[in-house]
């Protein structure tokens, strides 16, 4: 997959994507030439809008947990090190989107972060149009 021969080239452990276009959900192993992946991803009943998380082979023993929210969010808590941290993909609704998809998504949003604990580092990746 040409993604992968990126994050291998770039030497990216962990990569979110946004827009994936894929329909439902699951987990596949990716292969590059040197390195392996495990893309988590989250689609819904269509193939519009998608959220996935690229984790490099050697740190997936490290996920914790994963969370998918919806069509537009989703996270992994993973251990890196000493520290725990929660990673998410968000695909915020574009430009031209209703204004009550607007609402719903930041709703979830903002629920979905006040359960995370403090002591718990967030890191959020976002595609905003």
Request: include cysteine.
């Amino acid at each position: 997959m040409e993604i992968a021969e990126m994050l291998e080239r770039r030497r990216i452990d962990i990569c979110c994507l946004q827009e994936t276009r894929w329909k439902s959900n699951g987990v596949c192993h990716i292969n590059s030439d040197k390195e392996n992946y495990k893309l988590f991803w989250n689609d819904q009943k269509t193939t519009k809008n998608g959220v996935g998380i690229f984790v490099k082979k050697l740190l997936v023993q490290e996920v914790l947990d994963i969370k998918r929210i919806n069509s537009r969010l989703m996270w992994i808590k993973i251990r890196l090190e000493k520290q725990t941290m929660t990673i998410f993909s968000a695909y915020a609704p574009q430009t031209g989107e209703s204004e009550e998809m607007k609402n719903d998504f930041w709703a979830a949003f903002s629920d979905t972060i006040s359960t995370i604990p403090k002591s718990v580092t967030i890191l959020i990746t976002e595609q905003i149009f």
